[in-house]
């Protein structure tokens, strides 16, 4: 079974310029969550899709935006790149489906995508 | 801002018990906490969460006092593959509210 893929591993790009980043979720998962973490610091959550909507976003600006397709993968968008959004891009997974107060909701992530914008 | 308090870093022999503390004075009742670790350039990796009852896995345990203002992750035989930053995080279980507030974490460091 695999989990949480997220691709490309590396990317490198230059102010201004656009980037997509891709993720598939955990097989049986719906919901798809993106963080950032830059260097030393810990995941910043960026926004959470479900149902194919954005369903909670946090404190980034509208140059970060994503979709989430009917087969629950999900791509994040970053417009405008600046030098700051240098960091390494977290995807994870998690259902809302499995019985139970243990496994459901519990987020799994995959190895990142680290963007380096120069 | 995160909601809990954890030291910034712990040593720990080989083969040794290492005991991760961590502070969530202001937890509500409804909150859970998770605890993540993630090994350095990789994505954080899910270890064990509870409600207030005791927990363990295959990975680890989790103690949270009876106030459930504080817990601690215990792995019980620690090795070099456990040297990661490890993240204590207090939640709602909902979909609604998905997101998890990562603080700076502990890194444990274990030692031959």
């Known amino acids: 079974d695999a989990g949480v893929t997220q691709s490309p591993t590396h990317l490198i790009k230059t102010r201004g310029q656009q980037v997509t980043l891709r993720c598939s979720p955990k097989?049986?998962?719906?919901?798809v969550s993106w963080y950032q973490q830059a260097l030393g610091q810990g995941p910043q959550f960026i926004f959470q899709y479900y149902e194919e909507e954005e369903r909670q976003r946090g404190n980034f600006p509208d140059r970060f935006s994503g979709h989430q397709f009917p087969n629950y993968s999900s791509e994040l968008n970053v417009n405008a790149l600046l030098l700051g959004d240098s960091a390494l891009y977290l995807c994870?997974?998690?259902?809302?489906?499995?019985?139970?107060?243990?496994?459901?909701?519990?987020?799994?992530f995959g190895a990142g995508t680290r963007l380096s914008v120069l | 801002d995160a909601k809990t308090t954890q030291p910034t870093s712990m040593d720990c022999a080989e083969g040794r018990a290492a005991n991760l503390p961590c502070n969530h004075s202001?937890?509500?009742?409804?909150?859970?906490v998770y605890w993540y670790r993630q090994i350095h350039s990789q994505g954080p990796q899910y270890i064990i969460h509870?409600?207030?009852n005791n927990e363990t896995n295959e990975m680890a345990s989790l103690i949270i006092t009876e106030d459930r203002k504080s817990s601690t992750l215990i792995l019980p035989h620690a090795t070099l593959r456990d040297t990661a930053v490890y993240y204590c995080i207090v939640k709602v279980q909902g979909g609604s509210q998905g997101n998890l507030i990562f603080g700076k974490g502990t890194k444990l460091s274990v030692k031959p």
């Open positions: 202001t937890i509500s009742g409804n909150e859970y």
């Open positions: 097989s049986g998962h719906d919901t």
């Open positions: 994870a997974s998690s259902s809302t489906g499995l019985a139970g107060g243990g496994a459901r909701n519990i987020q799994y």
């Open positions: 509870g409600l207030k």
